[in-house]
């Protein structure tokens, strides 16, 4: 899939090693302790014979009892963890050296005691030297013994805590990635996305963090897929639908920790995919977005959500903007970018009651026009008006619904974005005919909606600063067949051609008010006042 690098291979094909190594050096010390007992203890015993034999006795049943009940113990803990976080738990405690130290030192001890009940005779007054010596030697090793089972829990408890499960996951994942073993990789991030989900049913904040943070790692460590590279991009694609499917349960769950950490992931690798020009994997990102607002926050009342969602996917469009790819990638990503936030933007005007102020704030203000003013800056003096107009129509598709069921309030957001956006470039022809086609296109299917209110308060924002041009007039009338979705494919020149001409009787009016004097400003207004107000009129009329 991609090529490796060699030296880190080879330390981690040592390092996989290890675990054996520590098999090994735990079997070497606990042999050592157990020879270091019986050979070289201090004479603490001086019983009799009958007192070693009763001892002994009272030794093998109690250390063979414990190491059974200790064992039992742990292997329901083992059983209880894998339920709860993941299977490998068995795993690790298969591989954990601390059950070879355990062993050794317990059966020594056992071993021992019976070695010595076969070579001590009851009845006896006292014992050699010899024995008593190696009685000795057991007082020692059953102080080993309780002295190993609590370093045995303390290590095994350490081992079925979740973080150090997920490390060991981690890895794993690490050998196998670096070794292009790559089926195995995504077995590993399966296990963890599996500890992820079941933390984020138990609430479990802090180990589904840690979880969704190691497979953020996990996909930062894969080299940026480039466009040609089907296998890479397909194994970045198999890592997100595994963060998808966290997403589910955790919005679901309303879990805001873990549901903030994993949106703050999307954004770092959107951005980097969008910096390294991989407009793919960028793509799958935005995507991804729209599958979490789609299933998981529409009609739940999440709307702070659904806004950094929105945020966030206009930065990666803005970053997929300056990269250097070229403008024809770019303009593809930005319109299908725009169109996955159109598809939201109907789910949220026609389920949530509120939908039309989220939508006329969030999706059709300053972020779109931050969007537009990117597209500008990157293209330098030229201004790209192809995907600007298409940005534009797909814009007034979204805006045509909120037209139709908005209140003023709302619209007042869209023409406070305008006014901000276009009188700082007011002397800018270029930059501002997109916007009044914009403009003029927002009237007209206002009015076509019946929504005069809406037409007034449009005309009134911006319609004092700008004097429509014929030209711009005739554009929209020959592209007519772009338009006529947005008039229910009824024929749209009547309705240009009515908000062209409200327009411009508007801006006439204006400059009148500005340049005659006070004493006639009066007269003048109530005149062109009420020639304006039967334009609204005589449409009214003509739609009756």
């Not at 060991?168 to 089926?183: A, K, N, P, T």
Request: aromatic share 10%; net charge negative.
């Amino acid at each position: 899939m991609h090529k490796r690098h060699m030296g880190l291979s080879t330390i981690r094909k040592f390092w996989h090693k290890i675990p054996f190594s520590l098999s090994l050096l735990h079997l070497m010390g606990s042999w050592a302790i157990v020879e270091a007992c019986i050979l070289f203890s201090p004479q603490l015993f001086t019983g009799t014979s009958d007192t070693a034999l009763n001892f002994l006795n009272t030794i093998v049943s109690c250390v063979a009892t414990i190491l059974a009940l200790c064992i039992s113990i742990i292997m329901v803990a083992i059983q209880m963890t894998a339920s709860k976080y993941s299977h490998r738990v068995l795993d690790l405690f298969i591989r954990c050296p601390y059950n070879i130290s355990l062993l050794v030192i317990y059966f020594g001890t056992i071993f021992h005691c019976i070695f010595l009940m076969a070579r001590i005779q009851p009845g006896d007054e006292g014992l050699s030297a010899s024995l008593n010596q190696a009685m000795s030697g057991e007082l020692l090793l059953v102080i080993c013994c309780f002295f190993s089972l609590f370093l045995y829990s303390y290590g095994v408890i350490q081992l079925l805590k979740p973080e150090t499960i997920i490390r060991s996951i981690d890895r794993e994942y690490h050998l196998c990635f670096l070794q292009g073993h790559d089926q195995e990789a995504l077995m590993k991030v399966v296990q963890i996305s599996d500890i992820a989900k079941k933390a984020v049913i138990d609430m479990d904040a802090v180990t589904g963090v840690m979880s969704t943070q190691r497979l953020g790692a996990m996909l930062r460590m894969a080299p940026i897929p480039k466009e040609s590279d089907e296998m890479l991009i397909n194994y970045h694609q198999e890592i997100l639908q595994q963060l998808l499917g966290i997403a589910h349960i955790a919005f679901k769950e309303r879990e805001n920790t873990i549901s903030q950490e994993l949106l703050e992931i999307l954004l770092e690798l959107g951005t980097n995919y969008a910096k390294a020009g991989s407009l793919k994997a960028a793509g799958m990102v935005v995507e991804l977005y729209s599958r979490i607002i789609s299933n998981n926050l529409i009609g739940q009342h999440q709307f702070n959500y659904i806004e950094t969602i929105v945020r966030h996917i206009y930065t990666i469009a803005y970053e997929v903007v300056a990269s250097d790819k070229d403008y024809r990638d770019i303009d593809e990503f930005v319109l299908q970018t725009f169109q996955m936030l159109n598809h939201v933007g109907k789910q949220v005007l026609d389920i949530e009651v509120s939908g039309a102020s989220y939508v006329a704030r969030d999706l059709l203000s300053d972020t779109f026009g931050e969007l537009i003013t990117s597209i500008v800056q990157h293209a330098g003096p030229t201004v790209p008006h192809r995907v600007i107009r298409e940005l534009m129509f797909e814009y007034m598709k979204l805006a045509r619904l909120l037209l139709a069921k908005s209140e003023m309030r709302d619209i007042v957001q869209i023409t406070t974005w305008l006014r901000n956006e276009l009188l700082p470039i007011q002397e800018q022809n270029t930059r501002v005919q997109p916007y009044l086609y914009l403009f003029l296109l927002l009237i007209a299917v206002s009015l076509y909606l019946q929504r005069k209110d809406i037409a007034v308060v449009l005309i009134r924002s911006l319609g004092k600063y700008f004097k429509p041009e014929q030209g711009l007039l005739e554009q929209m009338r020959l592209g007519r067949m772009d338009i006529r979705y947005l008039f229910d494919y009824a024929n749209p020149d009547p309705f240009l051609l009515h908000a062209y001409t409200i327009w411009n009787e508007y801006n006439e009016f204006s400059q009148m008010m500005d340049s005659e004097e006070h004493a006639s400003k009066e007269q003048a207004s109530t005149s062109k006042r009420e020639e304006w107000n039967e334009l609204f009129q005589k449409e009214a009329s003509h739609n009756r």
